[in-house]
């Protein structure tokens, strides 16, 4: 079964960091891009970062660039995003999803109404607040 499974969200204070974790299952990392969106209450989902295949650089959008980092285990098939200095308008359900053929930069610039993802799991909230 094709899937994508979000963990590692929480309640975490202003300031504090967290690991979230993508794990992938029936898809070969060597051919997929991996983005990580987000979804803050009341606004659009957004993307945030990408992995790229073939050890490439990662991509991210320039709101989280310093405090986001994404990096793929391909033996654990799974892509963490690391997120430090937490704040609390990054509130909001992440989440990992791809599209065969699509490079990073067109995953994270994803907007709804564009074509959409092949795959999307199904979410992890993450928190920050005193």
């Known amino acids: 079964q094709k899937q994508l499974v979000e963990s590692g969200g929480g309640l975490v204070q202003p300031g504090g960091s967290l690991r979230l974790s993508c794990q992938v299952s029936?898809?070969?990392?060597?051919?997929?891009?991996i983005g990580w969106f987000r979804q803050v209450p009341g606004k659009e989902r957004e993307g945030v970062a990408c992995?790229?295949?073939?050890?490439?650089?990662?991509h991210y959008v320039d709101s989280v660039k310093g405090r986001f980092t994404v990096w793929r285990d391909n033996a654990k098939k799974s892509v963490d995003l690391q997120i430090d200095n937490l704040k609390p308008e990054d509130t909001a359900v992440y989440y990992c999803?791809?599209?065969?053929?699509?490079?990073?930069?067109?995953?994270?610039?994803?907007?709804?109404?564009?074509?959409?993802?092949?795959?999307w799991g199904k979410g992890t909230r993450v928190t920050v607040s005193s």
């Open positions: 029936g898809l070969s990392l060597d051919y997929y891009h």
């Open positions: 992995s790229p295949t073939n050890g490439r650089a990662s």
């Open positions: 999803a791809t599209r065969h053929g699509s490079g990073c930069g067109t995953l994270i610039a994803w907007k709804p109404g564009d074509l959409d993802m092949d795959y």
